[in-house]
């Protein structure tokens, strides 16, 4: 019975991580072939100023990431000519301020900005992961800047609007399927314990609540800066 209980929340636990590849539309979103970084530890960079630093280039499995609350993150981003792409998407909803820009064919940049600091009426799209649409004829190169309080990793990802949209869907079906099933988890081993006395079932509880916070945190489509925000 102990064992039974924890293979099932270990599983819980990473599928949480390893089971979105799998979802409808992931096959038709992918992470782009040429992404850069460039760090400013200074925050004098502006987006005029791109074509003039060096961006380093990242590896496939490489995470990206904020490390420092001081620096900003730039990404550039060029998008596969061969592939129908006019949405950006980033996995993470903890990250406080996100800027994407775009050249136009007269030259301007168009901004987008999102991120947690901002309302869900505030964004592209209602959701607490970012979709970002931009406009697939005006350029192929996308600049994206992050900056936030707090260390976090995330993907980046492109692809065409509508399969961003159900991966994103199916994203958040997967963690309200796996939170249920660790919130029943937690009944079950409260009411074992209430009835057995015995305090393994206790550590069970607290290690199900504790998953569940976490979920909440890393991935959850809810926080209190967006319930504060209405």
């Known amino acids: 019975m102990y064992l039974k209980n924890y293979i099932l929340l270990v599983v819980l636990f990473m599928s949480s991580f390893f089971g979105y590849s799998g979802m409808p539309g992931a096959e038709r979103i992918y992470r782009p072939l040429d992404l850069s970084l460039f760090v400013d530890s200074i925050g004098s960079i502006q987006i005029s100023d791109v074509d003039h630093i060096a961006f380093s280039s990242l590896q496939d499995d490489d995470r990206l990431g904020v490390v420092n609350r001081d620096y900003s993150y730039w990404y550039r981003v ?112 409260t009411f074992i314990y209430l009835s057995v006395q015995e305090w393994v079932y206790l550590i069970y509880v607290i290690q199900s609540l504790l998953t569940a916070v976490l979920q909440v945190v890393l991935i959850g489509p809810v926080s209190y800066t967006h319930l504060r925000a209405h």
């Open 78 to 189: 060029l998008i596969d000519s061969s592939k129908f792409s006019n949405a950006i998407y980033i996995d993470q909803a903890n990250i406080d301020s996100i800027w994407v820009f775009q050249k136009q064919t007269s030259g301007s940049w168009s901004t987008v900005i999102e991120g947690k600091n901002y309302p869900f009426n505030e964004r592209s799209f209602s959701n607490s992961r970012f979709i970002i649409p931009f406009e697939p004829n005006s350029g192929s190169e996308i600049f994206i800047k992050i900056k936030s309080n707090y260390q976090t990793s995330f993907n980046i990802m492109v692809g065409d609007l509508r399969s961003v949209m159900e991966y994103d869907n199916n994203l958040a079906i997967l963690f309200v399927l796996v939170l249920g099933v660790i919130l029943a988890m937690i009944g079950y081993n």
